[in-house]
Structure formats: structure tokens, C-alpha cells
């Protein structure tokens, strides 16, 4: 069964950097999509960006300037490059296969002076 573990979390400033890593287990993140979420608090789930073999990692029109996703096959790994953060990207993130009903547990962002 596949599974995703999220890590890379945690505090940092205003205008501040952070790189995610989703550690899948259970399937090959180079022959699927994978996606990454994020959720603030009282708000819906919503869509980050998605990486699929073959093709240019896609990022949420809002984000684009300031995410990137990557992906390391030999460590079955995908990453979120987040640049030049705000508070409003304090959120819990989270990364799944597309199509998938299997989520992590996602990694705290918490983005304040």
C-alpha cells in the first residue's frame, strides 16, 4: 500500500524559504503524478502544484513565482521549493498520487515575525 510521509516544516519568517519533502513508499513517484496540497486553518484543501514524469512540474497560477516542485527518483522524493514566504501561506501541506485516496500526514508551515 502506498504511503507519503511529509517533512521540512515548521517556522520562519516573512520572506523566508523552506524546502518540503514527500517520501513515498509503496509506488514509484517517477511513473505517477504527484501532487501537493496545502490547507490553512478554516479554509478547504487546496491545489499547490503536481509533478509528472516526462513533463514540466505545474504550479497553481497564485504560487508559480515563488513554488517549484522537484523530484529525486532514487530516493523516491518530491520536494516543494517555497521562496519569499508570507503569512498567507500558513498552512499544513501535503502530498499525495493523483487520483489516490492515500494522503501523508502532512508538514506544519507556520509563517509569522
Known amino acids: 500500500q502506498e504511503q507519503f510521509v511529509e517533512s521540512g516544516g515548521g517556522w520562519v519568517q516573512p520572506g523566508g524559504s523552506l524546502r518540503l519533502s514527500c517520501v513515498a513508499s509503496g509506488i514509484a513517484v517517477n511513473f505517477v503524478t504527484m501532487q501537493w496540497y496545502r490547507q490553512s486553518p478554516g479554509k478547504q484543501r487546496e491545489f499547490v502544484g503536481s509533478?509528472?514524469?516526462?513533463?514540466?512540474?505545474r504550479i497553481t497560477d497564485s504560487l508559480r513565482d515563488r513554488f517549484t516542485i522537484s523530484r529525486d527518483t532514487a530516493k523516491n522524493t518530491i520536494y516543494l521549493q517555497m521562496n519569499n514566504l508570507g503569512p498567507e501561506d500558513t498552512a499544513v501541506y501535503y502530498c499525495?498520487?493523483?487520483?489516490?485516496?492515500?494522503w501523508g500526514q502532512g508538514t506544519q508551515v507556520t509563517v509569522s515575525p
Open positions: 509533478i509528472t514524469a516526462g513533463r514540466d512540474p
Open positions: 499525495r498520487r493523483l487520483g489516490g485516496a492515500v
